[in-house]
């Protein structure tokens, strides 16, 4: 089954040029139902009320981070199997492993270009 290219997604990010740059990726893919938050509360108070069905998400924010806000999402009932993807700077294999013990789907590290984040993003969603 195709993916809809109209699902709507959750980008998180506290950086606005990563946020356009990310929805501009996005786009080039043909996805169009684009949100942002600038950090984890934001985020986790955006999906109380609209059902996402993928989160990019970058790890260092303020106040709540990338990786509090996949523990949170991961306790929840609700959102526990949302596709979740890291989008961050970092690069230590510690990291990448504590995100993939909280449940993190897949991990990106900046910066990247388009034929990684649909690579990431397929090996998640499926095939687009």
């Not at 942002?36 to 981070?65: H, I, R, S, V």
Request: proline letters at 3%.
């Amino acid at each position: 089954m195709a993916v809809d290219k109209s699902m709507p997604i959750l980008i998180i990010d506290d950086y606005k040029t990563m946020l356009k740059i990310v929805r501009g990726l996005l786009n080039q893919l043909g996805f169009t139902n684009i949100d942002e938050a600038t950090d984890g509360t934001m985020a986790w108070e955006m999906m109380q009320e609209k059902e996402y069905k993928l989160l990019l998400c970058d790890w260092n924010m303020e106040p709540m981070d990338g990786l509090e806000l996949l523990k949170t999402i991961r306790a929840s009932e609700k959102f526990k199997t949302m596709p979740f993807i890291m989008v961050t700077a970092e690069t230590k294999a510690e990291n990448i492993l504590i995100a993939k013990k909280h449940g993190v789907n897949n991990y990106v590290i900046k910066p990247f270009n388009l034929a990684t984040l649909k690579q990431k993003m397929q090996a998640v969603i499926g095939a687009f």
